[in-house]
Structures are given as structure tokens and as C-alpha cells.
């Protein structure tokens, strides 16, 4: 085994094990409410009374399943059915199908918009816990998300999925994922966390509809998403593709590249296959024009307003590993393996929470670390973090 994946399988796992996981089991269950608490600030403080996301408890899940399949450890078994309980019994919408958005610390649903990114997540996890354990209650759910995604979200006129909707599936204003968002009805993001979870769900279910509809958001990218003459992904598009904004996000592409190839690999059509292999170094190659020389990858560049964001996030890193490790694995592009090197030193050196656990939010082009974000919140999750550790320890065991 080469030195450099030695180094980073062994150095990967213990991060795993030691730091990452024991978090969230440690820190993050709500004993007396149920769940998991919805908040723990930047510099390591308790919300108990946050709210609850089902993004956060929808990776939580994902993540511990995931970890006792590779693993085998009963405690993150008992983690993710704690997470499995929770999302089925508190999130899940038993009226209209799908899940809540948000909940009070309490477990009530206070927002009740159907964001299909949300509920691609609770996919994910329930497909991974199924996947983990043979779990039939998990596969059922799964499929039922699977149902109202096809049902109420995929636009069969034009094709591809519709952003949000209110909780009876009726047309929404607002269909923003987080602020930072454009308003528009279509966008990567979403659809790229579509195509992540029909990936799981296939492995666990080879329903032919899903495997079409698996190859038809392959396709979407390929042909509605990607900027060929660039190799970025566009972000967000009116209902018939229009794209209206120029904005890089490298820590998108990089993410993209594996999991385009995770798909097309999962799929098993070696004529997609090949064409989606053409793509993913141009993709990854794209994702590079935002790395530092010590193998950070900066957040967006705006090229409209003329701004870059060189913030390093924590997830940008944890991507760029996984990307370029791909690179090195399915390429054999050694000097990709040397980026994943460097991105994980920097990891090391400057997001890692030695004293108080888990990842910083993260740095800014100063050098500092941000202690303003959550270590563990609304969109901070032990996936990015741990979905990187876990793929090396599968892909190199």
C-alpha cells in the first residue's frame, strides 16, 4: 500500500473513532427531550432549547449507520437507531407524506415546508441504515420519501426536481435552502443530494423506476448543469434551465466529481460510465482553480459582483480529500494523492478541535479559525467529516 494512503487510512480512523463520533455521542444526545440537541455554538457551548433540523438528525443518522456497517461497533448502532427512531417518529409528516423542515427542541413542528433537500437526506440516512442493518422499517420509509420526491417535486415537462414546497405540496415562494441561496426553482445543490441518496437507495432497491430516475439526474448533469466549456457546475436555474448567475463553487464541483462517479459506477452501464469518466477529472480539474498552495480549497467565487470567498470550510476540505482520493484510486493520478495529503494536513493543523472535539466551522484567509459558527448545528454535521474518514477506510482496506 502506498506510504501516503497508509498514513491517511490510519490517521483518517482515529479521527474517526476518537474525535468525530464520540462528539456526537457524548455531546449531542437529548436525554430528556429525545433526539439529539439542535445546537452547539462555535466555541463548544450548549443550546439545549435550539431547534431541530432534519438535515442535521437526516445526516446524524446517515453517519452512524454508515459507521456501524464499516465498523461494527454496537454503540454507533444504537446511535443511528436513536436517529432512525427520531426522524420517523418526529419528522416524518403522517398527514401529507415527507418531513418537516424543523422542529422545536421539544419535538413540535414549528416550519412544515417540504425543502426536497431535506428529505433526500432522510433518504440517505434511512437507505444507509437499512443497508447497515436489514432493516425493513427503514427501507419502507425510504422508498415512501422516494414516492413524494417522483410524485410532487420531479417536473416531467422539463425535466428535474423543484426546489421546495409547502407541507400539502402546493407551490411555495420562498424555495431558498438557507440564505445564502438565490430564489429559483431548480438548483445543483438540490439535485445533487438527490442523486446522492437514489445512489444508496438503488444498492438496498433495484426498483427499475429508480434505477431510470437515477440515470436521468446523471444525464441532468451532464447535459443541463454542467458548464462544458468551464467544467463548473452552475447553481441555480429558472424552471427551464435558464442560468442567470456566474458563481464557482469549488467545494460543489469536487463533491460532485465522486459522486457523479459513485453513481455511474453504482449503475453499472458501462456506455454512462465512460462518458461520466470523461467528466470527472475535467470537474476535479475545474475544482482545483480554488486550492491554495498548502492544498486548502477557498468557498466560491462570485465572478458577477467580482468577489471571492476564501474562506476554507470545513466541508470544502472534507470533499477535496474524498475528490482527489478518487482521482488517485480510479486514475491513478499520483499527484491528486498528494493534494488529499496536503488538504488533510491542513485539516490537522488548522479545523480539528483537539481540546473540545470535532471540526471548526472554519478558517479564514487570515489564518484564524472561526469560533462564530456552530460546531454542531443546522448545517453542521458529522458527515462531510465523517463520510471523508469512512471513504478511506473503505476504499483502502
Not at 467528466?279 to 486550492?291: F, H, K, S, T, Y
Request: aromatic share 14%.
Amino acid at each position: 500500500m502506498n506510504k501516503l494512503i497508509k498514513q491517511l487510512r490510519t490517521e483518517t480512523q482515529k479521527e474517526l473513532e476518537t474525535n468525530i463520533l464520540p462528539f456526537w455521542m457524548d455531546r449531542m444526545l437529548d436525554k430528556e427531550r429525545g433526539g439529539f440537541y439542535g445546537r452547539i455554538d462555535g466555541e463548544g457551548h450548549l443550546d439545549a432549547k435550539a431547534p431541530k433540523g432534519a438535515i442535521l438528525n437526516a445526516r446524524i443518522l446517515w453517519t452512524f449507520s454508515a459507521a456501524y456497517r464499516i465498523l461494527k461497533k454496537e454503540e454507533y448502532l444504537e446511535t443511528a437507531a436513536r436517529a432512525k427512531r427520531y426522524l420517523i417518529d418526529c419528522f416524518y409528516d403522517t398527514d401529507f407524506g415527507g418531513i418537516y423542515w424543523e422542529l422545536d427542541c421539544d419535538g413540535n413542528p414549528t416550519d412544515t415546508k417540504k425543502q426536497i433537500y431535506a428529505i433526500g437526506f432522510a433518504i440517505y440516512g434511512l437507505s444507509e441504515y437499512a443497508r447497515a442493518t436489514g432493516d425493513e422499517e427503514a427501507l419502507d420509509y425510504a422508498i415512501r420519501l422516494f414516492e413524494v420526491i417522483e410524485k410532487y417535486s420531479f417536473d416531467p415537462i422539463q425535466n428535474g426536481y423543484l426546489e421546495a414546497l409547502t407541507r400539502d405540496w402546493k407551490p411555495i415562494e420562498d424555495m431558498r435552502l438557507s440564505d445564502k441561496d438565490e430564489n429559483e426553482k431548480k438548483t445543483m445543490n438540490t439535485h445533487l443530494h438527490i442523486l446522492e441518496p437514489y445512489t444508496n437507495l438503488y444498492r438496498v432497491w433495484k426498483d427499475k423506476r429508480l434505477e431510470n430516475q437515477l440515470r436521468n439526474l446523471i444525464r441532468i448533469f451532464l447535459d443541463k448543469i454542467l458548464d462544458r466549456k468551464t467544467g463548473h457546475l452552475n447553481l441555480f436555474f429558472e424552471e427551464d434551465w435558464l442560468n442567470k448567475y456566474h458563481i464557482y463553487s469549488y467545494g460543489h464541483d469536487i463533491e460532485a466529481s465522486w459522486l457523479l462517479h459513485e453513481a455511474a459506477l453504482v449503475l453499472g452501464d458501462a456506455g454512462l460510465l465512460k462518458e461520466v469518466e470523461e467528466w470527472v477529472v475535467r470537474i476535479a480539474q475545474a475544482a482545483d482553480e480554488g486550492l491554495n498552495a498548502d492544498g486548502s480549497m477557498i468557498y466560491e467565487n462570485f465572478l458577477d459582483r467580482q468577489h471571492i470567498d476564501r474562506e476554507c470550510h470545513w466541508w470544502v476540505q472534507a470533499e477535496n480529500v474524498v475528490g482527489h482520493v478518487n482521482l488517485y484510486q480510479h486514475f491513478q493520478d499520483e499527484k491528486a494523492l498528494e493534494i488529499a495529503g496536503k488538504t488533510w494536513n491542513f485539516i490537522c493543523e488548522h479545523l480539528i478541535d483537539r481540546q473540545g472535539g470535532e471540526w471548526y466551522w472554519s478558517c479564514y484567509e487570515d489564518g484564524t479559525v472561526n469560533t462564530k459558527d456552530d460546531k454542531a448545528g443546522f448545517w453542521k454535521c458529522p458527515y462531510h467529516n465523517g463520510r471523508m474518514c469512512m471513504e478511506i477506510i473503505e476504499r483502502f482496506s
